[in-house]
């Protein structure tokens, strides 16, 4: 626990029972993290599945937090939200799920490890990730890959569609 406030970001994602619902759901979830709170929240975004596994379309956000909590403690607050939503974690990277949290930025922190790398490697890449980044924070700054204004714009074009409000 961190007596400073730090403000992270966190990308959803799923593409099975009830996607919509499932995110809405992790949204509420989030805003309940202890010593954490949720301060935007994006649009909901459907997306055509990154990988070449046939799968369902997912549906993809990114809310905004503002936690006191440490990455890693925050990271574990996210697995947690995740199982609550019948994910199982078996490794397979590639496959279908339920919900996915993924940490995408911790204050300006860079951090590398087995557990936990901040920024999300996927995050300047990933046009699921940058388009709703954008809607919250359009000014952001990501450590290590520049302005998100410059990523969007090398970014191919998205193969996603702005759905309706998280809420
Ligand atoms: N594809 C999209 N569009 N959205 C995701 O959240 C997502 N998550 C994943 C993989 C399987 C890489 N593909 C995805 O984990």
Redesign the pocket.
């Known amino acids: 626990m961190n007596s400073s406030l730090v403000r992270a970001y966190v990308?959803l994602?799923s593409?099975l029972n009830h996607p919509v619902r499932q995110i809405r759901s992790a949204l509420a979830s989030l805003d309940s993290i202890t010593a954490t709170c949720c301060v935007a929240y994006s649009s909901l975004y459907r997306?055509?599945?990154?990988?070449e596994?046939a799968?369902p379309?997912?549906v993809?956000a990114v809310a905004a937090l503002d936690t006191h909590l440490s990455a890693h403690e925050l990271l574990q607050e996210l697995h947690f939200i995740e199982a609550q939503h019948g994910r199982v974690r078996d490794g397979d990277?590639?496959?279908p799920?339920t919900l996915?949290l993924d940490l995408l930025l911790y204050g300006d922190q860079t951090h590398e490890g087995e557990a936990l790398t901040v920024p999300h490697p996927g995050l300047p890449v990933?046009d699921?990730v940058l388009f709703p980044l954008h809607e919250i924070a359009p000014e952001l700054h990501i450590p290590g890959a520049g302005s998100l204004a410059n990523l969007m714009a090398s970014c191919p074009p998205p193969a996603?569609q702005a759905m309706h409000a998280a809420v």
Do not use: E, M, V
């Open positions: 990308g994602g593409n997306s055509k599945p990154l990988g596994r799968q379309d997912y993809n990277r590639w496959g799920r996915d990933r699921f996603l």
